[in-house]
């Protein structure tokens, strides 16, 4: 292959990773809007798609990592437009992630207070009376769980 086909083939290549970038930078903008407005409910009908979009990133980063040369030919603008979308990406990248923490906390809290609200409710349970039966209990739970 000549170095005229090699820079439209790495040309292309760029374009096709600056897309995929601009998308992904897009979803994740777009998470953090509802996010920001308090309405992390709204996420969760495109997370297949930020999720597909994510993997997509993360397969196409990695080939570049570990040949880095498909790139090289490519012309210095695509290069440089490469550049200004992963940057664009990584800052909002940040944000996003500190707004899903911040959900995960406030979460986890919510589910941490109405454990305890419930458990105060009902009052320490007695497995045996002083007659030596089972006190009768209320048979609900609160099960809470770190993975949810």
């Known amino acids: 292959m000549n170095d005229t086909a090699l820079s439209v083939t790495a040309s292309a290549r760029v374009r096709q990773l600056i897309e995929l970038t ?3 930078t897009r979803r994740l903008s777009d998470e953090l809007a509802a996010f920001e407005a308090q309405r992390p409910q709204d996420v969760a009908a495109g997370l297949a798609q930020t999720q597909d979009l994510a993997n997509r990133y993360r397969r196409e980063s990695a ?23 992963t ?7 940040g944000r ?3 707004a ?3 959900a ?3 979460s986890e809290g919510l589910v ?13 349970p007695n497995a045996y009376g002083a007659s030596g039966q089972a006190t009768p209990t209320d048979g609900s739970a609160v099960a809470f769980s770190r993975s949810a």
């Open 22 to 24: 601009q998308s992904l």
């Open 63 to 85: 080939q570049i990592k570990a040949d880095p040369s498909g790139l090289a030919q490519a012309p210095g603008a695509d290069r440089m437009a490469l550049i200004k979308a």
């Open 87 to 93: 940057e664009a990406f990584e800052a909002i990248l």
């Open 96 to 98: 996003h992630a500190r």
């Open 100 to 102: 899903v923490e911040a």
């Open 104 to 106: 995960r906390i406030i």
């Open 112 to 124: 941490r207070t109405l454990a305890a609200e419930i458990r105060e409710q009902r009052g320490v």
